[in-house]
């Protein structure tokens, strides 16, 4: 680890903390419906969505309307997204002239974009007309956030309300996000990353001839548009095959800094909101301690495995040290533009939150460097996490911390002044249940077939490694790969589409249910009795039951991943 | 309102105060031998469902008993790997059961004392209120009227509606000395099973055979009727949940290995007895073999308090009271108003005011009178003096003259409420200095109440009485405090009165002037404001507050509809109980989530264990997890397995007895327990697992 790298991980986190409150405290208002200092812009817009739409702007819903609204929705455009890629052939702004896409491709992307996931099982600048980009997935990549941050927003209601039966509705939460928080958001961001060179057009392709003399298909398109939001809305599913390493998307140190901030400001500014909703921010600032504890926890072992490379390699005598000239370690898959710091950064922050676009290949990481993303992958992606579902998945896990650890201080657990009880623990278990099952279950079944063996990239540990990350991946919405790995097959398409499905709507409904059933309860005043979430023992405590209940479930697969990787490396023992 | 009732004298104060008369020693070897047998039995696979995670373990040591078995049968030994782990696992299943066993074992043995004194007991059924016929007991019905002499055992729960008798109590509440019955008021409930000792009495049955407080006390010392408490429940979701989730990290580990030992080409996919092995270590066994423990356990020590409660759920309501509503008298103050001070007027000598007040005294029985010819004692030293001997001829108190006094050797001593007095002294021709009123107005003002003393027409001065709060209590409301429980001081008093002693005592809020409609709201006001509230209460009245509130402490002295109305009975009737019970409470909860956290901690050494014991023929380089130098892949298994199984047996004590309870905040409650089942439980399992490995080693065993 060098200084220059760890600055510039403390200037990314200053930052962070800068944003958190001012926009946290916004949200908290757009979603109490509140008047803002937006509103004279784009009132008119939100209450012309309620007219067209015929939306009742005062509407409340109970959970199971609200759940309803949401697996409708989310239904009608996984719908409508998947006859656009089947049909896209005959529609226009298709310069490329771009085949239809088959059916199992369809089904998997058009899973994938719904769930806020964003793998992509394909190459987009050979498979995606413009069209299909713009109509077909990026609306989702507002649609899905905007669902995410709803379920949050309606859980801690959950706790804010009390003694009531309704969350809220569905449809105006949805409308206020995406007119409020990410379009404004996304197009500030879009015209940001347009200064640092992404590009923004609809040529066709062009094509230029290299230093060799060869032809090069270089591919053009609305970019920047996409750009931003894919970060912004923690979706991930690059423009190009590239992703966030191709100069188009990410041409500048400046705008990689600004594409890792993207990810994690609706996520932290999310905790301050939670604050602001249940009336005291201490609350949400603990829930944000816990998150850096993990995130730096992380970048730190992610960081310094990078930076210390392939022993192998310096046994050959390669320089892997880093001076002033170079930034050593290892740089198999990174930018040379982004270096290890950046690049390190980039992947506990996308696999933190349920971004999943990548500045490097994370295949390519170190054993324990990978070892890092696909954790923060299994853990839930509570660390800061996807819009509204880090938070709604942290709080998950807080209500786990006080039920097992709450008993200790001679009360039954309540949080926030809810009474933790059957109910809500058996949602919450289900929750929990529903990522091991999906996650182990797909990678277990998979593990020895075949069909899958053949899309490996790699074999020993690391093959194995691919397995499970890519069911990590697809059951955290998270979408980023060991790119090793060729998931364009029949089988992969439709469990990954599957375990996609499951990872996000049959997490929600359980999250849902509970949130209905806290907002009925009475709120039990706070005593000298009561439980502490606010202080630094219960991050402690909230930390420790992240990475136990996480770890426990995930720990002895990763031991056959890449643990036993890398000391297998350190044996100089190497797969192909 | 609750009437003044006489407590059993106050004990030092502790919150949690020596134990009743019912406890035992732990381990009561009678008891333990019955827990033995039970612990096999409870093997039953249908009783054992209603646990999941032990069933889970009972499963996984079925399996291994056939594989065991067909090792055998292939000519492996008794010291074989496989039968060893079968025999810990079963160990495992027995040792949980024999906690449950041995909570139980404590009720059941109490029931069996119970039940003794509920042989066949004839009763003497009245007809016509004249006439009486010998019948069984167990014929009587509400409404019966039987007649109970001295010698005789009382036939059923009843009220006394003529008659007074002394009553040995001691079947039911375990304490020897006699309580006296007497029809109207609130002491005239008697329970079937209790004794005449003296004298007669008529009781008039209120309860059917079956239903008697005996018949329910049996049944709940036995747990006959034992349902899991909601929090229980909760928990055991938990752990089931987590029980699934491990059973699906054990399940996906067989394709992962298989994977594995495909690509490095050497080892094996770890044996199914390995895999089990693994599964009964991760699942959290200990709080899943205890949890039932702690709860019946829970009740039994608030069984050994002397009170009955009358289900587990009033148990862990107690835990989460916010508000205590304690009545004054009786709990907070000694019940008795006490002379403390005397206050001249005009010009009259302090010992001659003291002299005239004791003498008016001298045959006065009351706790009053007694006070002040105690304090003329300390005071002035004037001594007890033989009256007989002068002319004296006493007044006695009356609810028409309010003063009481004596006729001596031509002196008229009067002392009483104030007006009464004056009148006394302006009857007599005398006046009445104006300071006086000065006086009393400031001793009620205090809360205290005035006793003016006169002689005919002379005013000679004040007995200031004062209700005396117990020694202590201003501490252990502020423990209470401490726990975030608002504690509220409910008296008839006026409102002056009230805030005075509520202000001595250190309560947090007091209710004067209270009827019982006011508690009633008091209650529903707090219930609706999200708070839980504990009250105690004897009377009839008290009945509907003692069934709204969450906790409702009946005094065994009270009347049975109060009794039925509360959901614990105090056998001593002694309402500063009702702080204990609390203590419980929270001791309850407590103590399953220390072990719910220890038992979640240990499972970290137990992969350092186990996981590279599984992997290191396979990956020889997993060795490098092996970070306790555990000498061979078998110790490593059966170590882990073996701490799994002593783990429960080391802490039964603690299941049965509660973790150690110290009143504080929620905050330093936390930091110590996390400290010491969170991080304890993370760091206890590897020196123990090291340390059986080695004995292992040693005695050859692996």
Redesign the interface.
Known sequence: MTANGILQIALYFVVLVALTRPLGAYMAKVFAGERTWMHRLLRPLEAGVYKVCGIDEAGEQHWTSYAGALLVFSALSLLFTYLLMRIQQWLPMNPQGLGNVGEHLAFNTAASFTTNTNWQSYTPETTMSYLSQMIGLATHNFWSAAAGICVAIAFVRGFAR?SMKTLGSFWVDFTRCTVYILLPLAVVGALLLVSQGAIQNFQPYTTAATVEGTAQTIPQGPLASQEAIKMIGTNGGGFTNANSAHPYENPTPFSNFLQMLYIFIIPAGLTYTFGKMVKDTRQGWALFAAMSVLFFAGVAVTYHFEQAGNPNLAKLGIESAATAGQSGGNMEGKEVRYGIANSALFTVITTDASCGAVNNVHDSLTPLGGLVPMINIELGEVVFGGVGSGLYGMLLFAV?AV???????????EYL?KK???KE??MV??A??VL??TI??F???G??LGTVGSSLGN???H??SEILYAYSSATGNNGSAFAGFNANTPYLDTTMGLAMLFGRFLMLIPLLAAAGSLAQK????V??????TH?P?FV??LV?VVV??GA??????L??GP??EH??M??G?LWS | MATTMTPPAADPVTLMPKKGSRARPLFDPPIVRRALTDSFLKLNPRTMMKNPVMFVVEVGAAITTLLAGKEMAGGAGVAGFTFQITLWLWFTVLFANFAEAMAEGRGKAQADTLRKTKTETTARRLIDGRKTETVAATQLRAGDLVLVEQGETIPGDGDVIEGIASVDESAITGESAPVIRESGGDRSAVTGGTKVLSDWIKVKITSNPGETFLDRMIALVEGAQRQKTPNEIALNIVIAGLTLVFLLAVVTLQPFATYSVAASGSGTVPSVTVLISLLVCLIPTTIGGLLSAIGIAGMDRVMQHNVLAMSGKAVEAAGDVNTLLLDKTGTITLGNRQAVEFIVVGNIAEADLADAAQLSSLADETPEGRSIVVLAKQKYNIRGREVAEHEAHFIPFTAQTRMSGVDLDGRRIRKGATDSVVEFVHEHGGTVPTELMEVTERIARSGGTPLVVADRDRVLGVVHLKDVVKGGMRERFAQLRAMGIRTVMITGDNPLTAAAIAGEAGTDDFLAQATPKDKMDLIKKEQAGGRLVAMTGDGTNDAPALAQADVGLAMNTGTMAAKEAGNMVDLDSNPTKLIEVVAIGKQLLMTRGALTTFSIANDIAKYFAILPAMFMATYPVMGKLNIMGLHSPQSAVLAAVIFNALIIIVLIPLALRGVKYKPMSAAALLRRNLLVYGVGGVIAPFPGIWLIDRLLGILRLA
Do not use: D, Y
């Open positions: 009390h786990l039920f097992i650890a709450g008993l200790m201080v001679g009360r039954t657990p002044g933790i009880e059957q623990v058996k278990m289900l929990v249940l091991a099952f182990l279950g990678a277990g079944a593990a020895n074999h020993g540990p093959g194995f009475k709120l039990v005043p005593s000298a009795g009561t439980f502490p202080g023992l402690v405590l420790g136990i209940v426990l479930t995930f720990f002895p697969a031991s056959l643990v036993v000391f297998l350190h044996a023992r």
